[in-house]
């Protein structure tokens, strides 16, 4: 069993928590991500590492409720535990050797953008890093995010915080300008990822995406997270989360996620259902 140490909302819909796990603590990296288990009879979801604190030993993880499992989770209080938290699993984001870096985070893919940003920074690259939400409610981790970059832009849907408009309006004018960085990396949905992908390719600049797809065992073994990069087919828990943006088969990723739609929105009533008789 897990402890949660530490629960913190971050806006409505987004929760943090320190999870005590020591042995993930002394070896997750920047890009990699966990598997847990709420309780034995729970489904398996990834959740990308958003920091660790090795002399407390734990893993702080942030998750958006959006399906029965997250609604469970966020259920959880301080001091209770959760059944399993398995890993590091998959690939750390390669930033040796990187001195100019372009971070993009949309919406809860802030979490898993902010540890990146970080580590970019720690090695003393310089950082860019631009946010993005649909409306001032839904801003999370701003000043840890101006904490680690040299330049930091605040975008929003409606203009409510910050700049009005998607991500990629800065990214462009960046561009346009005849700015260029050893990568982009962009982190979010996949909408979002394939719109910076399709601004940067107009000018050969490198990009990588983190892509988090349906998994189950975090292996590749149940085949569940495959895409299509490049024309193959790679496996994001093993030969992932991050891909050349510019190769991912983003369509077929969406196509893919809409599938499990319909299910996962039945589970999460049956779980919202089930809170609202039990406070009663």
């Known amino acids: 069993m897990y402890k949660i140490v530490r629960k913190k909302s971050l806006n409505p819909t987004v929760t943090l928590m320190d999870i005590e796990a020591p042995l993930v603590a002394k070896k997750a990296k920047a890009g990699q991500f966990i598997i847990l288990r709420v309780d034995g009879d729970g489904e398996r979801i990834p959740l990308t590492v958003a920091g660790c604190d090795q002399e407390k030993g734990t893993v702080t993880i942030i998750f958006q409720i959006v399906g029965a499992t997250t609604e469970k989770l966020n259920h959880k209080n301080e001091g209770e535990s959760i059944e399993d938290f398995v890993g590091p699993l998959g690939m750390p984001t390669e930033i040796e050797g990187l001195k100019k870096v372009c971070v993009i985070g949309g919406g809860v893919g802030c979490a898993i953008a902010l540890p990146v940003a970080r580590a970019l920074h720690e090695q003393g ?4 890093a631009i946010a993005g939400f ?3 409610d839904l801003v999370i981790l ?10 930091f832009i605040m975008m929003t849907d409606d203009g409510s915080y910050g700049e009005k408009g998607t991500v990629t309006v800065p990214l462009k004018e960046l561009l346009e300008k005849g700015e260029r960085f050893d990568e982009v990396i962009a982190i979010g949905p996949l909408i979002m990822m394939k719109f910076v992908c399709l601004t940067t390719k107009e000018y050969g600049q490198k990009t990588v995406v983190s892509m988090n797809p349906i998994m189950i065992d975090g292996t590749g073994m149940c085949g569940g997270c495959r895409l299509s ?10 030969d992932g989360p991050d891909f050349d943006g510019h190769l991912v088969d983003f369509d077929e990723a969406m196509s893919r996620a809409r599938s499990y739609a319909p299910f996962e929105r039945h589970a999460y009533e049956e779980a919202c259902n089930l809170f609202q008789k039990e406070v009663r």
């Open 229 to 238: 990069v490049g024309g193959e087919t790679k496996f994001a828990c093993v």
């Open 134 to 136: 649909r409306n001032k």
């Open 125 to 128: 690259a310089e950082v860019t």
């Open 142 to 151: 701003e000043d840890e995010f101006k904490a680690c970059s040299d330049r």
